[in-house]
């Protein structure tokens, strides 16, 4: 396999810290937080230049080459699987990453995918941050949709029981099937047990679920844990972020109107009196997501013990485990963690593969292949199974959420870090709560500026009407997007 590496991949580190575009295979690094990564921001200005490296490769294959272009090694890797596991493929692949660090990535692919020819890409990823800008905006002419590659896909996705979020999110304005994920990123509470017993009398997931208002559209009751586990010196999250995504999927509807203008749905706006409670009453620690004091609620050396994160399995592989101070039952907080249903359901990051409808037809059926057996392929030889059950670098993987509730359904989710949970029973029903009709193609610009806003609002910095004013008027000039 042939790979033309043009930007740097994110760093260990930061890839630990990311993951909202995607949780990663094991060693394999990963996108930025969407709020953090701040892609769109740049997204006017040219792809970074980077230096090229192009490993030696055998003769090409008899059928040609597949151009992938990624923003990390994760679908990468997965194809490499592949062909390894199918020597009778018959193409190479040729894969261009590059890291979403300083936009660098939309925009070259963006400019690879309008000057065509050889080299453009044929298959290509998006995160959520961005996915819809190439499956319903700006830059969705270019994607095929799968039931062009020759995919019967209304009966695949039946029978892989997709995510239906996912599926709306990868649906064009024709209404056709041209981008799904093979994750599934549904939110659930992840809670701190020992914390639960002292507090509440109980860690038992449902429980819980019932004391913090599940399934209740509604903050009221989640509310009245954080004023319960007060009393005790507890903050019920570790900053306002905590809260956001579950805030922002719950919307009617996104940040446009039919119209194009900027739109604040009253759900969204109320996220300034939810962060301003949290601050005023002491029911978190105030930590912005991403950074050193919010990794360390997690091991449970912040200002106060925390109750717990909003988040999809993921957040529990990829960033709470590691950041736990430790690496098994008794070290740090690990061992110590539950999950259960939120008050609302919500989804956070994931990625999504795509075909170009311009590739030479002679490539069409392989690249079928390859986005059926990542995306929709539920048996035991697909990659969402190996993937759900640890082992599609061999035993002993990271388990994770995936986009097939089929594959769920089969497969052992039980962790260590989560006292022998079986998270599936948890992020199978969370993936059908979540909403995925409320994004827009600038919703990493627009969150970035809200959030901004929001967090000056609840410091006292400014009045609510300022801070309303403010978030308008960046928009409109970062965006060129008027207020309705």
């Not at 923003?71 to 194809?79: H, N, S």
Request: overall charge negative; aromatic content about 10%; glycine content about 10%.
């Amino acid at each position: 396999m042939k790979k033309r590496i043009m930007a740097a991949v994110l760093s260990t580190v930061l890839a630990m810290s990311a993951l909202a575009g995607c949780g990663a295979a094991p060693a394999a690094p990963a996108a930025a937080p969407a709020e953090e990564a701040k892609e769109e921001a740049a997204e006017e200005a040219p792809a970074a230049e980077a230096e090229e490296k192009t490993e030696e490769a055998a003769a090409p294959a008899a059928g040609g080459t597949i151009n992938l272009w990624s923003f990390t090694d994760e679908v990468p890797g997965m194809v490499d699987k592949y062909i390894e596991e199918h020597p009778d493929f018959g193409f190479d692949v040729n894969t261009t990453i590059i890291a979403t660090t300083e936009g660098a990535y939309q925009p070259a692919l963006d400019q690879a995918l309008q000057a065509g020819g050889a080299e453009a890409p044929d298959m290509y990823c998006a995160e959520a941050a961005f996915v819809l800008k190439y499956s319903q905006g700006d830059m969705s002419d270019f994607a095929m949709p799968y039931k062009d590659l020759g995919i019967d896909i209304d009966k695949a996705i039946a029978d892989a029981d997709i995510a239906q979020y996912s599926v709306d999110i990868g649906t064009n304005p024709a209404g056709d099937v041209d981008a799904l994920g093979y994750q599934a990123t549904g939110g659930a509470f992840i809670y701190r047990r020992s914390i639960a017993k002292d507090v509440f009398g109980t860690d038992d997931p449902e429980k819980i679920a019932e004391i913090i208002g599940s399934g209740t559209d509604s903050w009221d009751k989640f509310f009245e844990a954080a004023a319960t586990l007060k009393e005790k010196g507890v903050a019920i999250v570790s900053g306002d972020g905590d809260v956001w995504h579950a805030v922002e999927n719950s919307s009617e509807k996104g940040w446009l109107n039919e119209d194009g203008k900027l739109h604040i749905d009253p759900k969204r706006e109320a996220f300034l009196d939810i962060s301003k409670s949290l601050t005023d009453n002491g029911w978190s620690n105030q930590t912005q997501d991403w950074q050193d004091a919010w990794f360390a609620d997690m091991k449970g050396e912040g200002a106060q013990p925390v109750f717990g994160f909003f988040g999809p399995a993921w957040l529990i592989n990829y960033t709470l485990a590691p950041n736990c101070g430790g690496e098994k039952v008794g070290e740090g907080t690990y061992g110590d963690w539950a999950a259960c249903a939120p008050p609302i359901g919500f989804f956070w990051g994931g990625t999504w593969v795509l075909a170009n409808k311009n590739m030479d037809e002679s490539k069409k059926a392989a690249v079928a292949e390859l986005i059926n057996w990542i995306t929709l392929d539920s048996s035991e030889d697909g990659l969402q199974y190996k993937w759900a059950n640890g082992t599609l670098n061999g035993e002993g993987g990271t388990k994770d959420s995936v986009a097939s509730g089929t594959v769920m359904s089969k497969s052992n989710g039980e962790l260590e870090f989560l006292g022998g949970q079986n998270m599936f029973d948890v992020f199978v029903p969370a993936n059908a709560y979540a909403n995925g009709k409320n994004l827009t193609q600038y919703d990493e610009s627009i969150n970035m500026a809200w959030r901004d806003q929001v967090r000056a609002y609840a410091a006292g910095e400014k009045d609510r009407d300022a801070a309303i004013a403010d978030f308008k008027q960046t928009v409109s000039d970062n965006l060129g997007i008027e207020a309705e």
